[in-house]
């Protein structure tokens, strides 16, 4: 059964970085893509940054582009999400998912794909405030 497990969140001032950490177990995640998702208080899920493993393709939401950066340690099998310049908006708490990359562009897209990612984790709490 496959595992993500998400840690590094924080409360962090208004232009402050964090990164974030995502360890994958029991499954290949060669085969697989893994994608960060966040959830502010009182809104619905956004797709925040995801890479397909094997060949690194990314995907990156319009807030994300030019602040955060995906990546990723084969030998850990963990992949990174560095946050720059935060913003009192990128409060939330932050998910990992994995599955196929097709899946995970079209649900960080359009919110669902033809079927669900295969894996979650648990969430980590990021918090911007002064």
């Known amino acids: 059964q496959g595992l993500l497990v998400e840690s590094g969140g924080g409360l962090v001032q208004p232009g402050g970085s964090l990164r974030l950490s995502c360890t994958a177990s029991?499954?290949?995640?060669?085969?697989?893509?893994i994608g960060w998702f966040r959830q502010a208080p009182g809104k619905g899920r956004e797709g925040v940054s995801g890479m397909k493993i094997n060949d690194g393709s990314l995907y990156y939401s319009t807030s994300a582009k030019g602040r955060f950066t995906i990546s990723k340690d084969k030998v850990k099998t963990t992949v990174y999400l560095q946050m720059n310049n935060l913003t009192h908006e990128d409060t939330g708490v932050y998910y990992c998912a994995a599955g196929g990359w097709g899946v995970m562009e079209a649900t960080m897209i359009m919110g669902r794909a033809v079927r669900p990612l295969e894996y979650w984790g648990e969430g980590t709490q990021v918090t911007v405030s002064s």
């Open positions: 029991g499954f290949d995640w060669d085969l697989y893509a």
